[in-house]
């Protein structure tokens, strides 16, 4: 399996070392024996056609930026261009977020499906703006969409649902879906705390941007219910059809009331019959999703086993990396079940 | 897909109840068209080689014995008799558990698999007592062995780490994995309270048996931790092969100093690198495992994902049925493939 990255960041140095230390062990244990051919980020690639080697994997993750490799480098080659002339049967996307245009991912995306090849992605962006055209791109290029790692990092809440709880039917899901908020709720109730000095605590700490917007204001919460409620649920939405309220405004007295009541506030996406939501909710102390600091946590309700909850850390380089590896194992999966 | 139902109390009388209920719609869904060819107890069985019809399943639970059914009852016809002779291609075994012998599981198994049946069950005794063997006849025979509803009742514990974190190595399991147990344990921390006077309570409501051993000895936790180590960790262990300790001599002043280091006491069963034990452990309050009332979790540690939690329900007769219906349905899909 010849494999693009795309973007090389935290989340694709991440899929490089896990392809390259995991490399022999994979072929024996699955006939998976994936090579990356090219490397492109937003100054250019690296491409070596036969399979860049582990060792080199690793040597690159020093060179910067990468496409100044002087032996495989291809200075200001575009992503675009690497995905249209290079062989291989998967892009795997892993470029920064973007939710007004979904750019550079969009495009790097529907190029791949147009050229043949299966995309592996942990970007939200495309998905929240246009997932079910995405999926029926995908479907009508014959190719396949994967994007384990774009809810819960690591934590396979996608898969949890879509192959363990066949039989059964999914009639809601409410979850603590962005780990930035749960920490900042987290230490508000813990510490006693404001919400800005929690804020500041979570920059510093590096688990909040600069500009935290899409954190506190609900966006990537609301992106993964989007992909939740399409994948799961089946509902053909986009990020415009959900309520979203963050919680930037949110005071110290309302949590303290709260636990008066035995219940904590977190910031949870819901899907069930009406409007999917993102909003602040009250959940029982020694309910199962009521976790803390950066930990996600996603409850499916079932008709016939009741409720399930799964937990875990919803973030990371190496975790989100991890799920990018599963992904391409079930393509792998796939494509030997299609010949 | 013709079944023999062997068992028919709370866990035969859901699969009975759901295959009865959702028939049509699965049929639909998955091109799976299950059919309840016969039913036995240990009174005997009734038996219709077309099928027995959802409105007559119905029906059938109010007849006592079963087989006492005037049209197509079967009275004292074994179920061994019963799955030699009739025509079917799968047997959901159900009946009461046994850890000494792990009778009369045990036989209705291997004579299922000799007959060249496939087998679904919810029976912990002959798997805690005989796993490796049991997976070794079973693909000597060329048929399937499932057992979803061992562990966690309706919540998919096997599953998820079988089907959601391929690509992942698992360094260790850590679970509550008895529902009885963690209730006992759960009303002494929060009322204060005696383990005599929980576990009467337990008792009382159904939670614990009148004779408690298999739960509160650590042996039904035990149970589960052999059926994990064999069918997730690949080791080929059996129940003489754990360290067992259960919670029998439990004080409510262990559980308050443990209380005092933030921690709460849970019976545990644990699996790693040494003989896997079931003992009772400190858990820190805000571990997501750190579940209370009846709730079972199971903590997966892994290479690249970090740890995930799984919470649900770890009993009941139709989360267990749901289980069972999980089980078809993958045999199912496998059978499918295989053809």
């Known amino acids: 399996m010849r494999i693009i990255l795309v973007g090389y960041g935290v989340v694709g140095k991440g899929v490089s070392t896990i392809l390259a230390s995991?490399?022999?062990?994979?072929?024996?244990?699955?006939?998976?024996?994936?090579?990356?051919?090219?490397?492109?980020?937003?100054?250019?690639?690296?491409?070596?056609?036969?399979?860049?080697?582990?060792?080199?994997?690793?040597?690159?993750?020093?060179?910067?930026?990468?496409?100044?490799?002087?032996?495989?480098?291809?200075?200001?080659?575009?992503?675009?261009?690497?995905?249209?002339?290079?062989?291989?049967?998967?892009?795997?996307?892993?470029?920064?977020?973007?939710?007004?245009?979904?750019?550079?991912?969009?495009?790097?995306?529907?190029?791949?499906?147009?050229?043949?090849?299966?995309?592996?992605?942990?970007?939200?962006?495309?998905?929240?703006?246009?997932?079910?055209?995405l999926t029926e791109l995908a479907e009508y290029n014959n190719v396949y969409l994967r994007f384990s790692g774009t809810v819960g990092g690591g934590t396979p809440m996608l898969e949890f649902a879509k192959r363990c709880l066949a039989g059964d039917r999914i009639l809601g899901i409410r979850g603590i879906?962005?780990?930035?908020?749960?920490?900042?709720?987290?230490?508000?109730?813990?510490?006693?705390i404001s919400f800005q000095e929690a804020l500041a605590t979570a920059q510093k700490l590096g688990y909040a941007e600069r500009e935290p917007s899409m954190d506190i204001d609900g966006f990537d919460t609301a992106c993964k219910v989007v992909?939740?409620?399409?994948?799961?649920?089946?509902?053909?939405i986009t990020l415009k059809d959900l309520n979203i309220k963050g919680i930037r405004d949110i005071s110290?007295?309302?949590?303290?009331?709260?636990?008066?009541?035995?219940?904590?506030?977190?910031?949870?996406?819901?899907?069930?019959?009406?409007?999917?939501?993102?909003?602040?909710?009250?959940?029982?102390?020694?309910?199962?999703?009521?976790?803390?600091?950066?930990?996600?946590?996603?409850?499916?309700?079932?008709?016939?086993?009741?409720?399930?909850?799964?937990?875990g850390r919803g973030a990371g380089g190496v975790e989100t990396a991890s799920a990018v590896l599963r992904d391409l194992l079930d393509i792998r999966h796939k494509l030997a079940n299609r010949y």
């Open 252 to 311: 110290l007295q309302e949590l303290d009331e709260a636990s008066k009541r035995g219940n904590t506030v977190k910031l949870i996406g819901s899907i069930d019959g009406n409007t999917p939501t993102v909003k602040q909710m009250e959940i029982p102390k020694n309910n199962p999703l009521c976790v803390s600091g950066v930990l996600n946590a996603v409850t499916f309700s079932t008709e016939f086993a009741g409720e399930q909850t799964l937990v």
């Open 227 to 236: 992909i939740l409620a399409n994948w799961i649920m089946n509902r053909k």
């Open 22 to 133: 995991r490399y022999t062990e994979k072929c024996r244990d699955f006939g998976f024996n994936p090579k990356i051919v090219a490397i492109a980020d937003i100054d250019g690639a690296v491409i070596n056609h036969r399979g860049i080697k582990p060792e080199k994997l690793e040597a690159l993750k020093k060179v910067r930026p990468v496409s100044s490799d002087p032996e495989i480098g291809y200075p200001n080659m575009s992503a675009l261009d690497v995905i249209e002339e290079v062989e291989a049967e998967v892009v795997v996307e892993v470029t920064p977020v973007n939710i007004k245009t979904g750019e550079p991912a969009m495009s790097h995306v529907t190029k791949a499906f147009k050229t043949g090849k299966h995309v592996v992605t942990t970007n939200k962006g495309p998905l929240a703006l246009a997932m079910p055209a």
């Open 177 to 192: 879906l962005n780990g930035t908020t749960n920490y900042i709720l987290s230490e508000m109730s813990q510490n006693r």
